[in-house]
């Protein structure tokens, strides 16, 4: 009994069916990648639309260019499908997503790090400061930890953030010849 018998649909509207859906996954995992974290590391969702693309359309090829039974045709798209999905997964989408965050600054990262006063930071009050990273050089807000005024050109040391902004203080000259220097 074929699958036109049985469901009133031939193999090859459900192969169009899949391949079109797998379009519609993939569209939506790509669009909504940055407002909904929809193709972050963990989500399958991506490799899930490839498949279904790969599935549909090694189907349509096995059943109508290759004159395979629809067995056959379900078989190769299977094993097409699967094998797509996987090399997509692991060897493109996971390697993209890696690369996205290899220039991303984390504030973390930046405390005991050594940074020049670019804005001089007067008392209580909000200064500028510019520091080195893989990303390239980068300025922040920042304010000094104990109240002191810093004049801009001098070389500070970050202790911590406060949201967007940088605490600093000072570091005397006997303190400056790290690897951290900006």
């Given amino acids: ?30 669009i909504f990648d940055g407002l909904l974290g929809f193709g972050d590391d963990g989500s399958m969702v991506p490799a899930a639309g490839v498949f279904m693309g790969l599935f549909g359309s090694s189907g349509i090829v096995g059943l109508n260019l290759l004159d395979l039974t629809e067995v056959a045709s379900i078989f190769l798209g299977g094993v097409i499908s699967t094998g797509g999905a996987v090399f997509f997964y692991f060897g493109l989408w996971k390697w993209l997503k890696q690369q996205e965050n290899t220039l991303e600054d984390r504030r973390e990262d930046l405390i005991g790090k050594l940074a020049e006063v670019t804005l001089t930071i007067n008392g209580d009050s909000l200064g500028q400061i510019t520091y080195s990273t893989d990303s390239g050089r980068t300025s922040a807000p920042a304010r000094s930890a104990n109240g002191a005024s810093i004049r801009q050109g001098e070389t500070v040391k970050v202790l911590r953030t406060a949201g967007t902004t940088f605490i600093v203080e000072s570091v005397n000259d006997g303190e400056k010849g790290g690897n951290d220097a900006p």
Avoid: H, K, P, R
């Fill in 1 to 30: 009994m074929s699958l036109q018998e049985l469901l009133g649909i031939d193999l090859n509207t459900v192969y169009w069916m899949i391949l079109g859906f797998g379009f519609v996954v993939l569209f939506f995992a790509f």
